[in-house]
Structure formats: C-alpha cells, structure tokens
C-alpha cells in the first residue's frame, strides 16, 4: 500500500463518525415548483418554464441569440427572470465538468441530484454527508430577482410557495434537506408575517437581499427592518447573507473582470471577488449596532471562505477607533467581538492555513459546505481532503467544524 493510500485511509477514518452538515447547497428548481402549489388562479401567472424565441446568457439573463428558442423562467408570461438551465456542474452521469459548458445545459443536462429529493439523498449518502443547507438559483440568493414582478401579491406568492416547497422537501427528507427560506425583503410586515410562518413550518433559516437600497427599499441599516431582527432573534432563526445576495453583488460572471479576459478567466476571476464582497455585508452589520441591539441573533456568511475575514476583522477593529472613534458610543465592544459572538462563516475549498485561521475566528465560529452543484464545488470526494487538512486537530474540532456547528446554528437535531 502506497503512503498516499495510507494517508487517504487515515484522513477518512478520522472523521468516521461524524455527522457531516453540509452548510451550502443549491437547489436547481424542479419546473413544477411554482406551478403545482400555486392556487388555481395563479397557475398560469407563477414562475413556470416556457419556450420563448432566444439564447439566454446564464450569467446575465439577457438574451444574446435571437435564432432560435430556448426554455426560460418566466412569471405573468412578460417577466423573465433567467434561462431554465441546469445551474449547476455536475451533469445527468454525475461527472463534474470543469470549466464554462455548463452554461450551455439545459435543466435535463444536470444531475437528477441537483432537484429531486431521492437521488440528493442518494448523492449525499456516497459523498458521506448526513444534512444539507440550501439555497435558490432562480429567485437569486437573497431573492432579489422577484423584485422584477409588479404584482404584489403575486410577487409575495412566489416566495411562499418556494418556502412551502423547502418545508415539503425537508419532511420528505426526513430533515436530511434544508431549504433556507425567501423573504419578501420588500415588504416588512409581510417579512415578520413569514418568519413567523415558516418557523411553524419548522424551517430552519432564511436568505435575504443583503442591498435592498438598491431595489428602492432603505439599506439593513435602517430602522424600518427592526422587527425583522427582533423576530428573528426571538425565533432563533439564523439570517444567512449568501454571496451574491444583491444586485450590487450579483457580478459573479462578467462584471468584475477586465473586458479583455476570456470567459473561463471572467468567471474564475468574478466568483474569486464575489467571496471577499461579504466583507462589506460584515462590516455594516457590525458598525451599525444591529448585533449591539441584538445579541441573540445569529448572522451566516454562507460561501465566502473564510481566510480573509481575520484581517477584515483586525482592519474593522483598527479603523473605528483611528477614524470612527464616536461609533464607540453605540458599540460596547471591539468590532470582532461582535462576529465572535454572532456571526459563522463556511469554508470548502482552503487548505493550508485553513486551521490557523479557524482558530483566529474560534472553533465554534466556522461551518463546513461543499456548494454543490456549483461550478466551485467540493464533488465526487468532498470529505477526503478536508478531512486531511483537519487531521491535525483534535475529533471533538473535527465534529464541530464538519457538522456541530452548523446543528447549533439552525437548530437541528442529529441523529446518534
């Protein structure tokens, strides 16, 4: 048996045991999702799938060919919120595809796993992963792409039908599968009124707009979201702030790169930048005094990695007392503190120097994810190499990174 053998054994038994949580995942929505609960007179006006005249970029949404057709998400037939594509690398065989060709699939050219409950149990089951957090594709991650339709009432229709379908998913998973809930950021008391009524649902968070100031709503800043941190922090429901969550945020492909650049580089570069953008989030959660008014609540950064957060927190700690010495008077404590104590982030992708920077932001503070099926995604093997970068610290380090964590954070009961 080679030494590479031999490590790869040793790295896998040191996690056996472990109930491993998964803290992001992306559902690629089934067509029916919308359509099947949907009350009758609004069948034909929710997110459905439509062939309409067109190729649709899966970066931008905006159609590029107008040669032929192609299938997309469509509500009241005007409104379209994107291609109906697979939103994910992992195709129909289960072969991750490296590069850009996913942009091309269509939602039968992914893996089965990706949408319907069976074969993601299945898929989790092979990959070693007990439970699943997960997030949106088409309504965006914080669900900013809803905004686009008019109707009020249809527009709030479309994110309690998805958060009845996540409640649906979780039961039929037997809690395996954990669908983070839409808000309607756009209206606050319709907001409360759905915390209130997924948390009866018995799911286990929710994904916001991280900018709603761009959308003509007041900033997170402001007090008009008040309730929303209160209902929350009575709930215990976790608020996660995916990348992306926004559209100042949403320039994961195309956007942040120079024009000269090729596509592969363009969405290497852009979804490299799009992780530290939760700097920003961060920031202003902290220096607004949101956690200082709530300290119960609990904040997710949910796929930013998390080595550079140590030396986001030690500039956000230098810089409020050399040029915000005033903010002191509504925080009565460092900056980094503040995340300490109330704020979690997810990892995949780190190695060395991984455990250095967990045991700068604290055991308790760092969640393991694999952001299946996406194009940065830990798969066929997730657990193999994390499992060697953490053999160093001890089992008790090992479980709550892997999966303890992210139980205490969304409340789950594991099983012994």
Not at 1 to 27: F, N, P, Y
Not at 43 to 51: E, L, S, T, Y
């Amino acid at each position: 048996m080679t030494a590479v053998v031999q490590d790869l054994e040793e790295a896998r038994s040191s996690i056996k045991g472990i109930k491993v949580v998964d803290a992001d995942t992306h559902l690629t929505e089934p067509a029916d999702l919308w359509t099947s609960r949907a009350p009758k007179a609004f069948k034909d006006r929710v997110p459905r799938v439509i062939m309409r005249k067109g190729t649709f970029n899966m970066g931008s949404g905006e159609s590029v060919d107008d040669s032929g057709e192609s299938p997309v998400w469509v509500v009241d037939d005007a409104v379209i919120l994107g291609p109906a594509g697979g939103y994910g690398v992992v195709n129909s065989v289960n072969e991750k595809v490296r590069g850009i060709d996913f942009m091309d699939w269509s939602i039968n050219d992914i893996s089965p796993a990706a949408t319907f409950i069976e074969p993601r149990l299945a898929a989790m089951d092979a990959t070693g992963v007990w439970g699943q957090i997960v997030y949106p594709n088409l309504a965006g991650f914080g669900g900013q792409a809803f905004s686009s339709v008019k109707d009020l009432e249809l527009r709030n229709l479309c994110a309690s039908l998805y958060n009845d379908a996540m409640a649906e998913i979780q039961e039929q998973s037997n809690g395996r599968i954990m669908g983070m809930a839409l808000l309607p950021w756009w209206d606050i008391d319709a907001t409360v009124a759905e915390v209130e009524r997924i948390h009866a649902l018995g799911l286990k968070g929710v994904n916001t707009n991280a900018d709603p100031q761009d959308q003509d709503g007041p900033d997170l800043g402001d007090a008009y979201w008040e309730p929303l941190w209160e209902a929350c922090s009575s709930l215990g429901l976790p608020i996660n702030f995916h990348i992306g969550a926004s559209l100042t945020q949403a320039s994961w492909y195309g956007k942040a790169s120079w024009p000269s650049l090729d596509l592969e580089r363009k969405l290497a570069l852009g979804s490299t930048l799009l992780y530290l953008n939760n700097a920003r989030i961060i920031g202003n959660i902290i220096y607004s005094g949101i956690l200082e008014r709530y300290p119960t609540l609990k904040i997710v950064s949910s796929e930013s990695g998390v080595g550079w957060i140590p030396f986001a927190l030690d500039a956000l700690d230098y810089q409020v007392t050399e040029t915000a010495p005033h903010a002191l008077d509504i925080l009565s404590m460092k900056p980094s503190d503040y995340f300490r104590r109330q704020i979690f982030a997810c990892f995949w992708f780190e190695g060395e120097g991984l455990l250095d920077n967990v045991r700068r932001l604290g055991i308790d503070k760092c969640m393991f994810e694999t952001d299946f099926p996406h194009p940065t995604c830990l798969y066929p093997d997730p657990l193999t190499k994390m499992a060697g970068v953490l053999a160093e610290t001890d089992y008790e380090s090992r479980r709550k990174l892997l999966g303890g964590n992210a139980a205490t954070v969304y409340n789950i009961d594991l099983p012994d």
